[in-house]
């Protein structure tokens, strides 16, 4: 699997988009749906500016916290899970990325039902992920 990149938000925007996530956390709180779709986005955006630790908090933050919307929030949470997977794989963690690869099978599975194709193509991911790892894990 090809980790795909962060959208390309130029770096410049990223003192506005945190002011504004400053100004979210104040008005709706640290855990709001707003709040947590807006820390994806500035996630994403650290992450090509090359800040990929802080992009990876604010992502682990944001889809550990989403749960708590249940389906309401399952899209934007599958954008950081998939965020979230693509960064690991980035630096180089293939067995925390196909731990959040699971999540996102999950995630997908509530979304599409279970048989949907979508569902097959991120379980065909999972497995190829996991396949690595256990071919990386007997290597070493």
């Given amino acids: 699997m090809t980790p795909?990149?962060?959208p390309q938000i130029p770096a410049s925007e990223l003192p506005s988009m945190i002011?504004?996530?400053d100004s979210y956390v104040s008005m709706f709180g640290p855990?709001?749906?707003?709040?947590?779709?807006?820390t994806v986005q500035v996630a994403q955006v650290l992450w090509s500016?090359?800040?990929a630790r802080s992009a990876?908090?604010?992502?682990?933050h944001s889809a550990k916290n989403l749960l708590r919307y249940g389906d309401h929030a399952n899209s934007i949470r599958f954008q950081a899970l998939t965020a979230l997977r693509d960064l690991l794989l980035d630096?180089?963690?293939?067995?925390?990325?196909?731990?959040?690869?699971?999540e996102i099978v999950d995630c997908v599975s509530r979304q599409a039902g279970q048989d949907g194709r979508a569902v097959a193509a991120e379980k065909a991911?999972?497995?190829?992920?996991?396949?690595?790892v256990q071919s990386h894990s007997a290597a070493a």
Avoid: F, S, W
């Avoid at 630096?91 to 699971?102: G, S």
């Fill in 4 to 6: 795909l990149h962060p």
């Fill in 19 to 21: 002011a504004t996530l």
């Fill in 31 to 38: 855990y709001h749906v707003q709040t947590l779709t807006l």
């Fill in 49 to 51: 500016a090359g800040d």
């Fill in 56 to 60: 990876q908090h604010l992502l682990e």
């Fill in 91 to 102: 630096l180089r963690e293939p067995q925390r990325a196909a731990a959040v690869q699971k």
């Fill in 125 to 132: 991911a999972l497995a190829q992920m996991l396949m690595t």
